[in-house]
T-cell receptor
Framework: GAVVSQHPSWVICKSGTSVKIECRSL??????MFWYRQFPKQSLMLMAT?????????EQGVEKDKFLINHASLTLSTLTVTSAHPEDSSFYIC???????????????FGAGSRLTVL | GDSVTQMEGPVTLSEEAFLTINCTYT??????LFWYVQYPGEGLQLLLK?????DKGSNKGFEATYRKETTSFHLEKGSVQVSDSAVYFC???????????FGGGTRVLVKP
């Protein structure tokens, strides 16, 4: 259980175009999902918290109009990189909060990531 | 704010060697602690976790003990394999918000 699927796993686009990345929780409902960005050989940086049915909460320094997040259902969140530029090339990873049965604790389950290359 | 510090890599080992990756944290309250592993070209996978002081998380031969007195959560494995080559991330989560704070990651390379 607790599988998160990301699509596409990799995408190449031209500068100026927009790219949408999907994050789905396959066997559980996720009211909250998180979007991370990972630069080569670096750690993950939280970009935003996606909340089902409401606006996303962005971390300081992340452009809301550049990285559009929509969480329209309990199993799907999307990240759209608008007017992409080469500096947006990165590895984007989503995660969803999954409550562990019987423990009261939550773990975050991660998708496999989406590698974006902007030419 | 909260932070996680882990030893820088890369760590290069021979097969069957003992692995230790140090991780210390700074946080208020009582966070949960995690180790995630990232294999080349893949996303993160939860390796093990501990939710309170003195808990020991274990999985696939890896172990880590939540030490509140030293604010540490060091990862250990007694005998590594080539397939353990990956990047390992230490992380903490506070109950409120459920946001993960990651360390910088440690790349481990195991040679045959």
């Amino acid at each position: 259980g607790a599988v998160v699927s990301q699509h596409p796993s990799w995408v190449i686009c031209k500068s100026g175009t927009s790219v949408k990345i999907e994050c789905r929780s396959l066997d559980f409902q996720a009211t909250t999902m998180f979007w991370y960005r990972q630069f080569p050989k670096q750690s993950l940086m939280l970009m935003a918290t996606s909340n089902e049915g409401s606006k996303a909460t962005y971390e300081q320094g992340v452009e809301k109009d550049k990285f559009l997040i929509n969480h329209a259902s309990l199993t799907l969140s999307t990240l759209t990189v608008t007017s992409a530029h080469p500096e947006d090339s990165s590895f984007y990873i989503c995660s969803a909060r999954f409550p562990l049965p019987g423990s009261g604790a939550n773990v975050l389950t991660f998708g496999a990531g989406s590698r974006l290359t902007v030419l | 704010g909260d932070s996680v510090t882990q030893m820088e890599g890369p760590v290069t080992l021979s097969e069957e060697a003992f692995l230790t990756i140090n991780c210390t944290y700074t946080a208020t309250g009582y966070p949960s602690l995690f180790w995630y592993v990232q294999y080349p070209g893949e996303g993160l996978q939860l390796l093990l976790k501990a939710t309170k002081a003195d808990d020991k998380g274990s999985n696939k031969g890896f172990e880590a003990t939540y030490r509140k007195e030293t604010t540490s959560f060091h990862l250990e494995k007694g005998s590594v394999q080539v397939s353990d080559s990956a990047v390992y991330f230490c992380a903490l989560m506070k109950a409120a918000g459920n946001k993960l704070t990651f360390g910088g990651g440690t790349r481990v390379l195991v040679k045959p």
